[in-house]
């Protein structure tokens, strides 16, 4: 198994799967498994044979546990904006298949993992699944003005206030109350749940979906307003270092607010 992990895919019968495995990390995310990522959703654009797409993480504990933080030391104001930049690139390319797409969430779906559940048209979880962005409390980051739109479309902007500012954790019920998830089923039962909607999926017209997809994903990108420089202030603050040092040394961070 790669320390870096790998992004694998698989394509029986019509539908695609897609698994993050890097489990001993709970499937957080490295640079080398995006850019595996992006290559992927380029192959299933091009492929008309794959009427959908299930992404799932290795392990059972969790979906992907957000981004790898060790990756993150050293960062300046203008990486931390190419690296937003980057992830709005990654979560584009995925949001953009033709195909419907379906997030299997098995247990924590954080940061990252919580961007590519999003950019997913349906999301099945296991009971004991957590939804969050908790970088208030961790590195003292932030999100780009696009992945924030995506987040308040599929989960309205109080409960993304909740993620982002009190840093907490939204649990399987609410999440299907509220409609983000579409079902919650044992964790026995959810990859054949996710089998049972890929089949309905793959029976419906196809450029009907692209084109509802498409659209959608117009309304929610559209006229977006600017945010280089709220990526700038935070990736360059001294509090964004304290975050990060205080992560991999596993005490708890200092903020200092500036």
């Given at each position: 198994?790669?320390?870096?992990?790998?992004?694998?895919?698989?394509?029986?019968?019509g539908v695609a799967w897609v698994l993050f495995e890097r489990p001993q990390a709970r499937n957080a995310m490295t640079w080398a498994m995006y850019e595996q990522l992006m290559a992927i959703c380029r192959q299933l654009q091009a492929d008309a044979s794959v009427r959908a797409v299930i992404f799932r993480?290795?392990?059972?504990?969790?979906?992907?546990?957000?981004?790898?933080?060790?990756?993150?030391?050293?960062?300046?104001?203008?990486?931390?904006?190419?690296?937003?930049?980057?992830?709005?690139?990654?979560?584009?390319?995925?949001?953009?298949?033709?195909?419907?797409?379906?997030?299997?969430?098995?247990?924590?779906?954080?940061?990252?993992?919580?961007?590519?559940?999003?950019?997913?048209?349906?999301?099945?979880?296991?009971?004991?699944?957590?939804?969050?962005?908790?970088?208030?409390?961790?590195?003292?980051?932030?999100?780009?003005?696009?992945?924030?739109?995506?987040?308040?479309?599929?989960?309205?902007?109080?409960?993304?206030?909740?993620?982002?500012?009190?840093?907490?954790?939204?649990?399987?019920?609410?999440?299907?109350?509220?409609?983000?998830?579409?079902?919650?089923?044992?964790?026995?039962?959810?990859?054949?749940?996710?089998?049972?909607?890929?089949?309905?999926?793959?029976?419906?017209?196809?450029?009907?979906?692209?084109?509802?997809?498409?659209?959608?994903?117009?309304?929610?990108?559209?006229?977006?307003?600017?945010?280089?420089?709220?990526?700038?202030?935070?990736?360059?603050?001294?509090?964004?270092?304290?975050?990060?040092?205080?992560?991999?040394?596993?005490?708890?961070?200092?903020?200092?607010?500036?």
């Amino acid at each position: 198994m790669s320390e870096t992990g790998n992004v694998h895919l698989r394509i029986e019968a019509g539908v695609a799967w897609v698994l993050f495995e890097r489990p001993q990390a709970r499937n957080a995310m490295t640079w080398a498994m995006y850019e595996q990522l992006m290559a992927i959703c380029r192959q299933l654009q091009a492929d008309a044979s794959v009427r959908a797409v299930i992404f799932r993480g290795a392990g059972g504990e969790a979906f992907v546990a957000g981004t790898d933080i060790e990756q993150f030391r050293g960062f300046d104001g203008d990486q931390g904006v190419a690296y937003e930049r980057q992830i709005d690139a990654c979560m584009e390319l995925l949001g953009a298949l033709p195909m419907p797409a379906v997030a299997l969430v098995e247990g924590w779906c954080v940061g990252g993992g919580l961007a590519i559940a999003t950019a997913c048209d349906f999301r099945l979880a296991t009971p004991a699944s957590k939804f969050g962005v908790p970088i208030a409390k961790t590195l003292g980051n932030c999100l780009s003005v696009s992945n924030l739109a995506r987040l308040k479309a599929a989960w309205g902007q109080q409960r993304v206030k909740r993620m982002l500012l009190l840093a907490e954790f939204i649990g399987a019920e609410e999440a299907l109350a509220c409609g983000y998830l579409h079902e919650v089923c044992a964790a026995e039962q959810i990859e054949a749940s996710a089998q049972r909607i890929a089949a309905r999926l793959a029976v419906l017209a196809p450029v009907t979906q692209a084109v509802s997809k498409e659209g959608l994903r117009r309304l929610q990108v559209h006229a977006l307003p600017p945010d280089e420089d709220l990526i700038h202030r935070t990736y360059g603050s001294a509090d964004f270092r304290e975050g990060v040092e205080a992560f991999v040394a596993k005490r708890a961070p200092v903020w200092k607010g500036h």
